[in-house]
Structures are given as structure tokens and as C-alpha cells.
């Protein structure tokens, strides 16, 4: 099946820090979309990609659809405790119905 | 305008038993994907349901079935329940082929 490989695993970082996690695939897919879980919720979307190449913002986040289709990014910048969770990175191939995901990335801000 | 809600939100199951999990998709959306995600892991897919029926399955065995009805709604429903199968099952709905999907908060299941 088509892997995600999401790194890294989990970083600790200081109030107002800049954060970068990506993702990478063996395959192509159509659409990149990067979720945040927090404790007892399901993912939440953060910012959906759907052309090679798109670099797109919300906020403080900012994400990249790679000109392979086969990798994505997200940065945060000047991070606050309220980013503390789980972020996923997830892939979705063309005319198919299902999304496959990253293991995660795990953050922690401290004040 | 009301999101993806599932229902109960948590459940204690035996092994062998059989167990219904239930999710209203978000309003305006007709399609709803179930997954599973087990701890510390990414959520992984089940199925999806469009127009009453299962339009595409991934990689899980003949115990996880499901159902949808014409409000929408959909069942997941898993019979023989197994340890392995503790997880918190999510519910994605959205409005057609390849649209992004929204997720419930999740029913978390433990089979003990």
C-alpha cells in the first residue's frame, strides 16, 4: 500500500520557535492535507494542498504541496502552547475514496 | 451548522461481543468514511459509504461492516470483537469523490 513517512516522531520546542515536520511518499498523490489532533478529539483540518507545487497559509501555518506529488511540508511559525499535538500528515490518491496517514508528529511547546 | 458527531463516546466490550458505533455526517455532506486508529498511529481506513452503499474497503476483515441510510447516518458495526481491536474509531464525512473530509470526535472502544 502507499506509505506515509512522517518525521519527525516528536519535538520539544520553546514558546515563539519556529516548527517544521514534513512527509514523504513512494507515490503520487492528488491531494495533500495536514490535520492536528488534540487529546480526546479527532483530527482537525489545518490546511488542504491540491496542486504540485501550492504553497499555501493559515494563520501561522504555512504548508507545501512538493513539485513530486510525492511530499509535503508544514511549518509553524512563532509557536504557542496552544499548538501542543499531534500533527498528521495525510495523502489522497486520485478518484480513490481513501486517505492514508502519517504516524504523526508529536509537539510540545514550553512557555 | 452542526459537525460530524458520533456516538457513544466511549465503550467497554468483551472479547467475542459485537458492537454498533454510530456517526451523523456533517450538514450539507452525503459521504462518510469510517477509521481506526490505534494508539500512537495515524487513523487508518475502513471503508466509505455513498448513496447506501460501500463504495470502497481497505484493509480489514469481514468482522467490520457497516451500513448507511438515506439521512446519511451510517453504522459501523464489528462482530467477534478481538483485544486488538481497542481503538478510537473515527468517522470522516464529506460531500463527494475526493472532497476534503471532516472528522467526529471519535468513539473510543476497549475490548477487554
Known amino acids: 500500500g502507499q506509505q506515509l513517512n512522517q518525521s519527525p516522531q516528536s519535538m520539544f520546542i520553546q514558546e515563539g520557535e519556529d516548527v517544521s515536520m514534513n512527509c514523504t511518499s513512494s507515490?503520487?498523490?492528488?491531494?495533500w492535507l495536514w490535520y492536528k489532533q488534540e487529546p480526546g478529539e479527532g483530527p482537525v483540518l489545518l490546511i488542504a494542498l491540491y496542486k504540485a507545487g501550492e504553497l499555501t497559509s493559515n494563520g501561522r501555518l504555512t504548508a507545501q504541496f512538493g513539485i513530486t506529488r510525492k511530499d509535503s511540508f508544514l511549518n509553524i511559525s512563532a509557536s504557542i502552547p496552544s499548538d501542543v499535538g499531534i500533527y498528521f500528515c495525510a495523502g489522497q490518491l486520485p478518484n480513490n475514496n481513501d486517505m492514508r496517514f502519517g504516524a504523526g508528529t508529536r509537539l510540545t511547546v514550553k512557555p | 451548522d452542526a459537525g460530524v458527531t458520533q456516538s457513544p463516546t466511549h465503550l467497554i466490550k468483551t472479547r467475542g461481543q459485537q458492537v454498533t458505533l454510530r456517526c451523523s455526517p456533517k450538514s450539507g455532506h452525503d459521504t462518510v468514511s469510517w477509521y481506526q486508529q490505534a494508539l500512537g498511529q495515524g487513523p487508518q481506513f475502513i471503508f466509505q459509504y455513498y448513496e447506501e452503499e460501500e463504495r470502497q474497503r481497505g484493509n480489514f476483515p469481514d468482522r467490520f461492516s457497516g451500513h448507511q441510510f438515506p439521512n446519511y447516518s451510517s453504522e459501523l458495526n464489528v462482530n467477534a470483537l478481538l483485544l486488538g481491536d481497542s481503538a478510537l474509531y473515527l468517522c470522516a464525512s464529506s460531500t463527494d469523490l475526493g472532497e476534503t473530509q471532516y472528522f467526529g470526535p471519535g468513539t473510543r472502544l476497549l475490548v477487554l
Open positions: 507515490s503520487i498523490f492528488n491531494t
